[in-house]
């Protein structure tokens, strides 16, 4: 509690400070000093104490213009701070209260979105279920009105072609001008059926009649490889041009495709693994 101060509180403050000062003095003195001094400055001491026990009683003003001693006023300042922790306590207890009454607000505000979601979810899988049901049950009736009227059901889809099919797998060696047909049957391990189209001279591999050839270096050859790889040439594939492990593509005279991988090169033979493939169907 905040007092105005008037000339009384003020004289009260001022002799309360000097009766302090004596009570100090007199105290200091009488550690010091005979006994029968001592007597002397205790009653002396009793008459302070008395005096500032007056000043206690000395009247004050307060704000509101009540008369207060000192001891009043100081205990209603203890009351007035009291009530104004009360006060304080109060308000956080109001704003507390405030605060948890908007969280519940929130959380049932929440859970009933969150229940209509549920109910809309399952309302929704319901109305699907229907409309399944009901597709079903047209397409039933669809089929059934077909049958009676004789129209007839939807037809297959074109078959896609086959794959081509390997005609013939072997191992293949020329020796210097020797030839082989690659056309020749899987029952023909001599690829020597009669045709010729291709043959090893020593120096490079010639082909003959309409067949043709491309090589790829190490590119794999296959029947994909060498249908879909443009750039054969019925010229003379000289031997310093390819290696072993390199990859041929061959045309016969027939219109096959052969796959050719050299395993073998030297200047007395050339050696090839061979695949030549029947065209899909």
Not at 118 to 147: C, G, I, P, W, Y
Not at 205 to 223: H, P, Q
Request: aromatic content about 6%; glycine content about 6%; charged content about 20%.
């Amino acid at each position: 509690m905040i007092l105005k101060r008037s000339r009384s509180t003020a004289r009260a403050e001022t002799a309360k400070l000097e009766a302090q000062r004596r009570l100090d003095a007199l105290q200091q003195f009488l550690t010091h000093e005979s006994p029968g001094e001592r007597i002397r400055a205790d009653a002396a001491l009793q008459q302070l104490r008395s005096h500032a026990g007056r000043v206690m009683d000395i009247p004050v003003t307060g704000f509101r213009g009540q008369q207060l001693t000192l001891s009043e006023a100081q205990q209603r300042a203890k009351q007035r701070g009291n009530a104004v922790l009360v006060k304080g306590l109060t308000l956080v207890t109001a704003v507390l209260a405030l605060v948890t009454g908007v969280l519940g607000y929130k959380t049932v505000t929440l859970n009933q979105a969150k229940d209509q979601t549920q109910v809309v979810a399952v309302n929704m899988n319901n109305e699907l279920s229907s409309l399944q049901a009901e597709f079903d049950a047209l397409q039933t009736e669809n089929m059934r009105l077909k049958a009676q009227l004789g129209v007839p059901g939807p037809t297959a889809d074109p078959q896609a072609p086959t794959a081509a099919t390997v005609r013939h797998s072997g191992q293949l060696v020329l020796a210097v001008f020797g030839k082989a047909d690659l056309d020749s049957p899987s029952s023909d391990p001599q690829w020597d059926t009669g045709g010729r189209d291709i043959q090893y001279v020593g120096s490079s591999i010639e082909l003959f009649s309409s067949a043709t050839a491309l090589y790829l270096d190490d590119k794999r050859a296959d029947y994909e490889t060498c249908r879909n790889t443009t750039g054969y040439s019925h010229q003379v594939i000289s031997t310093d041009s390819v290696t072993p492990g390199g990859y041929l593509c061959a045309k016969t005279d027939q219109d096959r495709y052969s796959a050719l991988r050299i395993t073998l090169l030297d200047s007395s033979k050339i050696a090839f693994d061979v695949v030549t493939y029947d065209p899909p169907e």
